[in-house]
């Protein structure tokens, strides 16, 4: 063997044992969890981890016992209705901002940036204010409109609109093609993989909302699933731990999809650029 590929093999095999090592501490909480979803709470409560008892019967009792259904559909209502929002207000402004020319342009796209480095612990108090006073609270708007948009996905958006070629524009401008048959036939296709990482983002940051709905929800009707988990594990006579890890990893499932489905397009995307 090459006496030069000797260290280059040791620091691979380092860089894999360390991966490897980080990816178990990762993913470790994870197992534990889906693990112990499937032993009887008997055997959680006496911290025997290790039993092979294991059985469906807490995934059952979730579906049959718990309101975890209402509160999955609640949650799902909520991002599929924010994503699809995001993704038309912010390609909207983001088109806007690269193809259309008004006065105070750079100004409002600035401003809009700006929005950014606000952390949403500082909006609550004002946006609390706001949807009590036009009457939204304890409603699935409440959850909703505050977040039909976000400053983020029009950055986004905008820097990958201004990727496309200016020829595309002239042809269409030639075509007598108009701004919203522009848009919607070439912009949007062309920006596919752009749109789905957003999609992807705005779902995944409305399923996981917590304070927010917490602060404005007072009923089982409109819990999303994140505070219905919270709700079943503040009540007095849930205390079966088995059943709480079984709808603890049911919640989890839309979330791995949604990120499974986005990686793969994403890898897609990169392949895509890396050919052009």
């Known amino acids: 063997m090459n006496v030069v590929a000797k260290p280059k093999l040791a620091r691979n095999i380092g860089s894999y044992i ?3 090592v980080l990816a178990l501490v990762v993913l470790a909480p994870f197992f534990i969890g889906l693990w112990t979803s499937f032993l009887p709470t008997m055997q ?5 981890f290790l039993s092979t008892d294991l059985s469906f019967q807490n995934y059952i009792d979730a579906f049959t016992q718990t309101p975890i259904l209402h509160y999955l559909g609640n949650s799902l209502v909520i991002s599929t209705v924010t994503m699809f929002a995001q993704l038309l207000f912010c390609s909207m402004s983001a088109y806007a901002f690269v193809f259309l020319d008004f006065k105070y342009k750079r100004s409002l796209f600035v401003l809009v940036l700006a929005t950014m480095m606000l952390p949403f612990e500082a909006e609550i108090i004002p946006n609390f204010s706001t949807v009590k006073a036009i009457g939204l609270l304890n409603s699935y708007s409440v959850m909703i409109i505050p977040f039909l948009t976000s400053a983020f996905g029009i950055f986004m958006l905008r820097q990958s609109f201004k990727q496309m070629p200016a020829e595309l524009k002239e042809a269409a401008d030639i075509e007598g ?4 048959q522009f848009y919607w036939k070439i912009v949007m296709p062309y920006n596919r993989i752009p ?18 709905p917490m602060l404005t929800t007072f009923s089982n009707s409109f819990r999303p ?6 709700q079943l594990q503040s009540e007095e006579t ?3 731990w088995g059943m709480i890890q079984a709808t603890a990893a049911i919640v989890v499932i839309p979330t791995l999809i949604v990120l499974f489905v986005g990686q793969h397009y994403f890898k897609s995307g990169a392949n895509e650029g890396a050919v052009k």
């Not at 959680?44 to 025997?48: E, L, R, T």
């Not at 699933?225 to 919270?230: E, P």
């Open 238 to 240: 849930f205390n079966d």
């Open 44 to 48: 959680i409560a006496k911290g025997n």
């Open 18 to 20: 360390l991966l490897a």
């Open 195 to 212: 749109l789905i990482t957003l999609g992807a983002y705005s779902f995944l940051g409305a399923w996981n909302q917590y304070l927010w």
């Open 225 to 230: 699933v994140q505070n219905g988990l919270r």
């Open 177 to 180: 093609l108009g701004h919203l």
